[in-house]
């Protein structure tokens, strides 16, 4: 009787649990149609971000060279992409400069952080979806997973930065050296590496994934 009780309350705290991720991941769905627009943590009366990834400047009085004031109007901003990749925005007050990445102004307004978790993810691996459905926190750890699983983080063949092949090389490759007409040096000098790359090849230790 005591086991079956402990099994109950295990079945009920596991649907509850259920229950609250599912309504969380309806929420975040719903708050991501309808664009909601919050300020900027340090720039309050001067910037917004918005669930869906953009960053706008509101309206604001401002003094002039004339030591007058004048309305300023707001307008959304443009962005920089890194060489990374992801989307940056600069942000301007008392005319100091300064540069944020956008997804992490999306995070750090909409998506709260009980653990303290350093990095942001985006979650098709889309580097410029900055859309609140599309980012979580997570630990450099949780982020490199990721980037493995989502193929982020493939550096196989032709990816790989000193790659002088592609993937119908290699395939022309193995093709050619399986007839026996030709050597590993003839091969070699067809596509301009050294006989030993293309020993690699054959052997399976480079590209074997082909």
Known sequence: MLLQERTDKLVELTLKQSRSYLEKRLNAREMSNEEIWKDIEGYEGYYQVSNMGRVRSVDRVVENNKGGYCQLKGRLLKFHTTKKGYHRVNLNKNGKIKYFLVHRLVTQAFIS??????????????????????????????????????????????????????????????????????????IGNMFNVHNSTISEIINGVSWKHI
Do not use: A
């Open 113 to 186: 952080n009980p653990e303290s978790k350093p990095q942001v993810n985006h979650i098709d691996g889309v580097k410029t979806n900055n859309n609140v459905s599309n980012l979580e926190w997570c630990t450099p750890s949780e982020n490199i997973k990721h980037s493995f699983e989502s193929g982020l983080n493939n550096n196989k063949g032709e990816r790989h930065h000193k790659s002088k092949l592609n993937r119908d090389d290699v395939i022309t490759i193995k093709l050619l050296y399986s007839k026996g007409k030709h050597t590993l040096k003839d």
